[in-house]
Each structure stands twice: as C-alpha cells, then as structure tokens.
C-alpha cells in the first residue's frame, strides 16, 4: 500500500513493536529484476531519506528486496555502506527486522504514531510484464524488439504483445526517432531503423514503480553511452543475458544490464548478467569487440578488466562467468591474459557475429 508523505512516496509504513514502544518505519521495497541493477538506488534514497527527517522526525527506513539470489540483496546492502542519516536495514522480501537490526537504534514511541496517508501508487494497474517492458525502455531510452526481450527475459512474441497493448494505451511508441548525439553541435541524423520509445506517461508509470517520486531526479538510473544506441556493438550487449539463455540452456538467467557503471571501480563491463549456472549463483561480465585495436593492447586491457571483474565479484562471494564475444584472432590475443585464475572463475568465448555462440563455462578450482 503506497503512502505519501508531503512530497515523497514509500511502498509502505509499518510500526514494528519494541519492549519499549513502537518505531515509525517507512518501507522501500525494491524488486532485483525490475530492470534496475543494485547500486543505482543510493542517490534516490538520499533525497526519500532528507523528506522524512524534515517532514517525520524519528522516522527509520526498510529498504525490503525481492530477489532471487543473494547477491544483488548483498550489493543494495553494500552500496548503503556509508550510511543514511536516519536508522536503516536492508533485508530480503521475506525478513521482518528487529530493533537491533537497524544501522542504529529507530526513536520509538508510545502510542504508535497514525499510518500516513495511502494514495494510488499509478503503476498497480499494470501486469509484471507490462512494467518490466516500461522499466528496461525507461532505463535504456528506447531499444528493437529483441533487446528489450533480452532484458525483460521474455520470448519476443510475448513481448511484442506486451509492448503493442502499452502502445494502445499510450505508455510507448513504435517510431524513427533521432539518434543522441555525443556532440550537441553535431546536425541531427536519424536512427538505422524503428525502435519502441516510453511515451511520458510510460516514463512516469517506470519511475512511481521504481520508488522515484513525481519531481524527483532518477537520472543516473539510465544507461550510459546513449550515443551508441543502434549499432552492432549496443545490441549484442542488450542481448547478453539472451545471449546466455540460449548458450546455457540449463542454467538460470536471472536478469541483466547493459553499460551500467559499478561502484568504486574505473572499468566496467559491456553488459553485467546474474544468475545461477551449475548450482552456483554467478556474474557473467561481457566485453564485445576490440577488434579495431592491436594485439597488445587486447592483452594489456583484458588483463586490467579480468582482474577488475575478479575483484568485483570476490565483494559479495558469487563466481564469475567473464566472457569475449568477438572475432578469432581478437580470443586468441586476449586469451594471454587469461592466467593465474582464481578458484570460482570461468572464462567464455564466443563469436559476436553468431547469435548464442559460447564456450563451455568450466571453473578454475
């Protein structure tokens, strides 16, 4: 039940009983595939968190995530690592927290305080489908039909449905529109074919589901490199998680992000997915092409982005799956910097022009 709260918006409001009285908790909840990865909720949260110590003094906060692993309820816990200004906890969809559970002691009170007002939350209308086709067209601007399915995890008849019954209500757009330049001074050009774009009413549906207040900035939530929009190299990394379906028909392939940046390092992949493969819940990093740059260079930087990955997946202990999709010669230069692996680690390789093409994941053990 969505509450409001002067200019601010929660999931829901609960008073959790204490020996001693009664906290007033505000509920964020956050769904692991709902198109967003884990670290971009911070910024958002700062600004929830600043309304309800001006407008709720006392008032603490529990962020609740439904999720089917542990990893990305690991990473949301991580990114809050330097904490909030008032009492917090982080806990999977199914925990209810104690006192002691909070980043410090919540004020409690005696009575309880009144439940604040209820409102439409503007998004409960929509099926899961509808809004997670909504969320990825938000998040990536406008995509083809094959890679929003990708990222939806929806074959693409299902997801063409989808997305025609949110154009009759006027939530997307099926169109050419102009491609976003990286310089403004640049003359326009249109983009090489039709895309489906989020209507501003879609946008407004995507972010109230995200937990983004009307008025409220969620910028950084988006993809990053707009520009690149509708070339090869852009579709192959919005496909990835697709990509890894159909490679790996047995394993579980929860969700996935293309050019997203990760927190607290300089290099970042094409496309981040997550999931469970051979009973362990994986990352699977994906860097696509080099093949316009020289041999040495293939090494030294594949060298820097393995060790990278490693590092960013040891954070919160789930394998890594790190994967090159591009032409032959491209593998073999980089295959070099593929020594001294730590245990957990498998390394892929794949042709990017060959849909689905990949190499067995084997573990370093």
């Not at 917090?88 to 305080?113: E, I, M, Q």
């Not at 980089?334 to 692996?341: D, E, G, P, V």
């Not at 849909?355 to 994941?361: E, M, V």
């Amino acid at each position: 039940m969505t509450v409001r709260l002067g200019d601010v918006t929660f999931s829901d409001w609960i008073s959790l009983e204490c020996e001693s009285g009664f906290t007033d908790t505000f509920i964020f909840d956050i769904d692991a595939l709902n198109g967003l990865p884990p670290f971009r909720y911070r910024p958002l949260l700062q600004r929830l968190v600043a309304e309800l110590d001006k407008k709720r003094p006392g008032a603490s906060l529990w962020i609740r995530v439904t999720s089917p692993g542990e990893w990305y309820v690991m990473e949301v816990k991580r990114s809050m690592a330097r904490g909030l200004s008032i009492p917090y906890v982080v806990t999977s969809k199914d925990k209810t927290p104690d006192y002691g559970s909070f980043s410090f002691g919540p004020r409690l009170f005696s009575p309880a305080l009144p439940r604040p007002p209820k409102m439409d939350d503007e998004f409960s209308h929509f099926s899961r489908e509808e809004l997670k086709c909504l969320q990825v067209l938000t998040r990536n601007r406008k995509g083809s039909l094959e890679e929003i399915a990708s990222l939806v995890g929806l074959p693409e008849t299902i997801t063409l449905d989808v997305l025609q019954g949110l154009q009759k209500k006027k939530k997307v757009k099926f169109k050419l529109g102009e491609v976003i330049e990286k310089d403004k001074s640049k003359p326009k050009k249109m983009d090489p074919y039709w895309m489906w774009h989020p209507t501003r009413k879609g946008l407004s549906v995507a972010l109230r589901s995200w937990g983004a207040s009307s008025g409220v900035d969620f910028s950084k939530a988006k993809e990053l490199n707009p520009h690149l929009i509708g070339t090869p190299h852009r579709t192959t990394s919005r496909r990835w998680p697709a990509w890894l379906r159909f490679a790996y028909p047995h394993a579980e392939i929860w969700t996935g992000w293309s050019e997203t940046k990760l927190p607290g390092i300089a290099f970042y992949p094409d496309a981040l997915a997550w999931g469970r493969i051979q009973g362990y819940e994986t990352l699977f990093w994906l860097e696509v092409g080099d093949d316009h740059k020289k041999r040495t260079f293939i090494e030294a930087v594949t060298r820097k982005r393995l060790k990278t990955s490693i590092k960013f997946s040891r954070k919160t202990g789930v394998r890594l799956v790190y994967a090159q999709l591009s032409p032959d010669w491209v593998q073999d230069a980089a295959s070099w910097s593929f020594t001294n692996l730590p245990p957990g680690t498998a390394i892929v390789k794949g042709n990017s022009k060959k849909f689905g093409n990949l190499s067995l994941a084997e573990w370093h053990d």
